[in-house]
């Protein structure tokens, strides 16, 4: 069953709920539930504590100091009605789109040669695969600031790794399956590293009480990577 | 005028503490956990014993021991395990009553001990401790979002003016949890719960599970008699507070406070939020129960 134009809730516990929009993922799905979030957060009065879209399904905290939860939920199923009929009239939003230098080097990037061997292609090959198409962000998680990115290059993918690595450098760039992503910070990771981001997605967090600004990329945005050579790379890094 | 703010300093920090309150809001966008007091019952008590705000910072110590030394007189209340607890005023030591308001003077030194039965203890103070919020929380995290945790010397702030009451007010005996007592956990059936055959989900309801020893913050992990699930992955979704996870292994996680904001592996529903917060205080070796009930 298609829930593509009748969305449904569900509730999950006293205080949240989740919007559920299709049952398979793709940039349409995607497009939707961020517009979705988007569109209930501007119609909030107060009561939506937090909103968590993935790639077919929203998921909203209730504050039941500020509103009792049935009462939230009606007025959310009610602005979701609306949100439906806006959403088919107007223009999907187009969200930002990310220009990332990388730098794809065996020495920031211990899987690019092997991920290379694995596919029988050249090194310039997988680069250029990788760096050549506009990945939409699906979702955000795991790690504060991480980002899942898709669709990659059939010809790049490649399961995680049989044993994670304890120690994957913050900023590295890694594929798993048909996902790509940036490491926010030095984390345990399954991912093949194949290259190493100048800009980390994630800014601060005690530095900034905004939390708009903190995490560059949001769910529905466009990323691309654009392969530097090293010393570029190194003009560019931050933290 | 601004008020001058007092310092409580940390003479010892115990192994897991920090301030805590309701938790984060507006966070999830970029991925980051709600975090939150993990037994706001305990939590709530202690804040309410002192009139304080029902989100004032207070401290959450796991498992202790922990020592604190306040430079001016104050009001405190602790809440939650439960731990021998003793007051230093001028070198005379002074047991205190636990679920309790109690004065506290110029130079008291409280000593928080090892926590005997239940596992968090929360140190509220009188207009709640001072700490610049992050997303709305008092809860400090490093740059990149880990929890930052209470280090020999720190210090905590307080308002020494702030109203204190004229009694110590305490919780009658009847609020304060048996943390020895068997948990039943009350599950709401929703996510992937249909998709569970029905041998599945009656084995979970006719089981004891065991607390494993990585259990904390981020979700209990549980051991006994293992749920199957015969469908492979799912698309990630959001990841309520109190959900039953259940990984490949069949042995089913609670997912709490610090848990990841979105993730893959099904679930068959979430437990009701003021069972979480007693779960929160049972140790590893104690048991579990589940049981079916709608919100």
Redesign the interface.
């Known amino acids: 069953m298609v829930y593509d134009n009748q969305p449904h809730i569900e509730r999950l516990n006293h205080t949240t709920l989740l919007i559920h929009f299709a049952n398979a993922a793709s940039e349409d799905s995607v497009r939707r539930v961020a517009d979705c979030s988007d569109f209930l957060l501007k119609h909030d009065n107060g009561s939506i504590v937090n909103s968590v879209p993935a790639s077919t399904s929203l998921m909203l905290e209730i504050n039941d100091h500020v509103t009792k939860y049935s009462l939230a939920e009606e007025r959310i199923a009610k602005q979701l009605k609306e949100f439906l009929v806006v959403a088919t009239r107007e223009q999907h939003f187009v969200g930002i789109v990310h220009d990332i230098p990388a730098l794809y080097h065996p020495d920031v990037a211990p899987d690019l040669i092997p991920l290379a061997n694995h596919h029988k292609l050249s090194v310039e090959e997988i680069i250029q695969r990788h760096s050549q198409v506009t990945y939409t962000v699906f979702t955000i998680g795991f790690l504060p600031g991480f980002a899942y990115l898709g669709d990659v290059d059939e010809h790049l993918r490649m399961p995680r790794q049989q044993q994670p690595r304890t120690c994957v450098a913050a900023r590295s760039i890694g594929i798993a399956e048909h996902q790509t992503g940036i490491y926010p910070r030095q984390s345990p990771g399954g991912w093949n590293i194949i290259a190493r981001s100048a800009i980390n997605p994630l800014q601060d967090i005690g530095a900034s009480n905004n939390g708009n600004s903190l995490c560059l990329f949001s769910v529905g945005d466009k990323v691309r990577f654009k392969a530097v050579s090293a010393s570029e790379f190194s003009q560019q890094e931050h933290r | 005028m601004t008020r001058k703010l007092a310092a409580a300093t940390v003479i010892k920090p115990g192994p897991h503490s920090l301030l805590e309150d309701l938790g984060r809001?507006?966070?999830?966008?970029?991925?980051?956990p709600?975090g939150g007091a993990a037994d706001i019952y305990a939590y709530h008590w202690a804040n309410k014993l002192l009139d304080n705000l029902n989100t004032s910072a207070a401290l959450e110590i796991t498992l202790g021991p922990c020592i604190l030394e306040f430079q001016e007189p104050t009001q405190i209340a602790i809440c939650g395990a439960r731990s021998e607890m003793t007051l230093v005023r001028t070198g005379q030591r002074h047991s205190m009553i636990p679920w309790s308001a109690r004065k506290i003077k110029a130079g008291d030194r409280v000593n928080i001990g090892m926590a005997s039965s239940g596992l968090r203890s929360y140190v509220a103070i009188a207009g709640g401790f001072k700490q610049?919020?992050?997303?709305g929380s008092c809860e400090?995290?490093?740059?990149?979002?880990r929890l930052q945790l209470l280090a020999e010397g720190d210090q905590l702030y307080y308002t020494p003016e702030a109203p204190v009451s004229k009694f110590n007010r305490s919780a009658h005996w009847h609020a304060i949890p048996d943390y020895h007592a068997e948990l039943v956990l009350s599950l709401?059936p929703?996510?992937q719960y249909h998709h569970f055959s029905a041998e599945a989900t009656a084995r979970l309801f006719n089981a004891t599970y065991r607390i494993e020893a990585n259990s904390n913050r981020m979700g209990y992990r549980l051991r006994g008699p293992n749920i199957p699930w015969k469908h492979g992955g799912i698309?990630?979704?959001?990841?309520?507070?109190?959900?039953v996870q259940i990984p490949p292994d069949g042995q089913p996680i609670v997912l709490l406070n610090d848990r990841?904001?979105?993730?893959g592996y099904p679930k068959v529903g979430?437990?009701?939020?003021s069972d979480c917060y007693e779960l929160s205080q049972r140790r590893p070796g104690q048991t579990v129960r589940f049981e079916l009930v709608s919100?």
């Open positions: 809001c507006h966070n999830k966008q970029l991925g980051l709600s610049p919020n992050i997303l400090p995290l490093t740059a990149d979002g709401h929703c996510y698309i990630s979704e959001g990841i309520a507070f109190g959900s990841q904001t979105i993730g979430c437990i009701h939020a919100l």
